[in-house]
């Protein structure tokens, strides 16, 4: 299969592309199971409501948690041509202008769900995509990662009708985890604030620093997840979690660039989210949940809602000052 576009068509795609999507997010982080198939979920709720605009959700992980939390049957998907392996396999590459981004663009069928989200579905062939790549010969690689990273940034422009892109990626630095992170305007990086979760998390940050300046996404901030609380102190997070967040916080303010020290003053956190049964539950039963449990206080903690009112709020006021 020759798949390796030529020298001309590659001049060609670099001269098609514009700007990056103005409204994408890469939501990522290495670590395993720290909240970025939830953070994508809730966000991805909370942005469509809050703003009315449209959102469009990226299920870039083999594993399909996104598609499977939304209300898809990642086995059955897997099967069809409308996922994201059929949009970014080494055949599309050369193709962009041929390909109906929209037909691989589905309304989030969770009845929950307001009507202006929608999601790319996972598919569990995307862990071909990195073998397929990687047979190229050895000289070649580096080329191919850089048209798969063309040809997302551009693929991610094709959905200019969405105002928000959400990217839900693995746990791994797949080629096309890589790819998407440097095809993205932000990243937004969740942990569960604890001593092995931070650890690989300032790892993230040196890697976006090793992308070439010009293509580099934006911190919008982290996230910390899955917060336990102590009962006597109100609002208190258990000491663990306080320490391991303090550590996080050092370790990120040395990394940050110019600009993203300006954004983000001297917080890079930029929300919390609890740990709750009603968040796993929400991801794992959505036909058999009620969105009232989001706003249900317990004891003197905030909601989840308010938990993601703060975070949109504060993602899109962050996203505007770097675009001002
Ligand atoms: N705040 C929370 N409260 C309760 N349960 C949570 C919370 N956040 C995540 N979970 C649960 O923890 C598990 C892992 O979360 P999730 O799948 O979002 O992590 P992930 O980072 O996407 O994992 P992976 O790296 O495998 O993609 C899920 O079962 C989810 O329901
Ligand atoms: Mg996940």
Redesign the pocket.
Known sequence: MSTVLSDDDAIKIKAMIADKHPGSICVA?Y?????????VCLLGYYLAERTNKKVLLFDI?P?C?LSLAVGFDPEEVSQTELTIYNLVKPTKWAKISKTKFENYVFPVPDTLSPDNLFIIRGSFDVDELDMEIAKSIVNEEKRRIDELFLYCKQMLNAFDGYDYILV?C??NKMFLTQAMLRACSFYLP?TIPDAISVYGMPRLLRWVKQIPASDRPRLLGYVL??INRTGGVPGGKVYSQQSAESRLKNSIMKDLEKIEKEILADDPMIGV?????A??RF??EQTKFSRFEFKRKTSNQPTIEECLVTITDNIIERMRAYHA
């Not at 670590?31 to 953070?39: D, H, S």
């Not at 989210?273 to 049964?277: N, S």
């Open positions: 982080n670590k395993g199971g720290v909240g970025k198939t939830t953070l992980d594993q948690s839900d693995p746990p969740v997840n899955a989210i609890p740990r709750l049964d968040i796993a991801l794992s």
